[in-house]
């Protein structure tokens, strides 16, 4: 199989570390940059394409790596070409352009998969099982916390909240998409944010640090906390109580390399290769392209967004109570 990764960033590196280590798997490069397309190719024994129609012409499945507020006009253009098409978190900035997609997977037949990793790391996919399987009787209340450093990205463009959505859109949506996987449909949103540490110049909001509510149908709320203002390094815990038990978990509790240095502290996984989260997803969308049966949905993609987005009109207006809109 030959994928075609769209953007040869940060995330676009991952993936294509990924791809390098499965069997007949190849992969090939654009990026607006020819430059970095190139560098890109010679890391990760990559070929490199010259437009994104030569892209979709010479593979079998595309992975759209770019900034957030680029998701849709890739994947547009590749699923109206018919290409099986994985596209990093969230699936777009807008439930409109969400619903674009969809349609235009459903007129073309083409797989769209948004790119949820948290569901292949081991701990969470593990603490959903349990709470899936009533080990912790009727599910009351959930605490999530994820965050650490401010991001930044090529040209900075995490920075820009008109692109990235903070914390709320960017961030948190991992951990929205965790919940309505585990507890069902999300009802209300109740969210406050404050702008700290980077400045964004011409952002009418945004916020580095947010404390998000979300009540469930089935009567459970979750309590989101989502931070770029963390200098100790990225952390992410769950608190899950339910009327039989407690499931706990601090990623900073497993092992983990930590490694020290005037430039700051970075922490590495001890995955096996084949048992790391991006490759195991990544993995999950190779084998999807094959079976037509999507590891994650698509209406899952953007009912996580659908949820960030009733956060940040929440955030908005001082925390006001907001429906969650059904894409």
């Known amino acids: 199989m030959r994928v075609g990764i769209v953007g040869c960033g940060g995330m676009g590196n991952v993936h294509a570390s990924k791809y390098a280590q499965m069997?007949?798997?190849?992969?090939?490069?654009?990026?607006?940059?020819p430059d970095r397309s190139r560098a890109f190719a010679d890391r990760h024994g990559a070929q490199t394409a010259a437009t994104l129609d030569d892209l979709f012409a010479r593979c079998s499945a595309i992975d759209v790596c770019l900034p957030t507020d680029l998701h849709h006009g890739a994947a547009l253009a590749a699923l109206q070409a018919g290409k099986p098409t994985l596209v990093e978190k969230p699936l777009c900035p807008t439930l409109d352009?969400?619903?674009?997609?969809?349609?235009?997977?459903?007129?073309?037949?083409?797989?769209?998969?948004p790119a949820h990793v948290v569901r292949w790391f081991p701990e969470h996919r593990a603490a959903h099982d349990r709470i899936e399987a009533g080990a912790i009787g009727r599910p009351a209340s959930v605490r999530l916390r994820r965050g650490g450093k401010a991001p930044t990205g090529t040209g900075g463009w995490f920075?820009?909240?008109?692109?990235?959505?903070?914390?709320?859109?960017?961030?948190a949506v991992h951990d929205f998409d965790w919940l309505n996987w585990t507890l069902?449909?999300?009802?209300?949103?109740?969210?406050?944010?404050?702008?700290?540490g980077s400045q964004i110049a011409g952002a009418e909001f945004v916020g580095d640090y947010a404390l998000t509510t979300v009540?469930?149908?089935?009567?459970?709320?979750?309590?989101?906390e989502s931070t770029w203002l963390d200098p100790s390094g990225f952390r992410t815990t769950i608190d899950a109580a339910g009327s039989e038990g407690l499931i706990e978990l601090d990623?900073?509790?497993?092992?983990?390399?930590?490694?020290?240095?005037?430039?700051?502290?970075?922490?590495?996984?001890?995955?096996?290769?084949?048992?790391?989260?991006?490759?195991?997803?990544?993995?999950?969308?190779?084998?999807?392209?094959?079976?037509?049966?999507?590891?994650?949905?698509?209406?899952?993609?953007?009912?996580a967004v659908a949820v960030s987005l009733a956060a940040l009109e929440s955030a908005r207006n001082d925390g006001a109570p907001t429906p969650v809109e059904a894409p």
């Open 97 to 113: 352009e969400c619903r674009s997609l969809m349609a235009a997977a459903r007129a073309s037949g083409a797989l769209l998969v």
């Open 159 to 171: 920075q820009d909240f008109a692109r990235s959505g903070g914390v709320l859109l960017d961030l």
């Open 23 to 33: 069997a007949g798997v190849e992969t090939v490069a654009f990026d607006v940059d």
């Open 251 to 303: 990623s900073r509790d497993n092992p983990t390399l930590r490694i020290h240095t005037d430039g700051g502290t970075r922490t590495e996984n001890t995955y096996a290769p084949t048992d790391d989260p991006y490759y195991r997803q990544l993995q999950a969308f190779v084998e999807a392209v094959d079976s037509g049966q999507p590891p994650v949905t698509a209406e899952e993609g953007a009912w």
């Open 215 to 224: 009540s469930y149908e089935g009567g459970c709320v979750a309590h989101v």
């Open 184 to 196: 069902g449909r999300p009802l209300t949103v109740v969210s406050r944010s404050v702008r700290q």
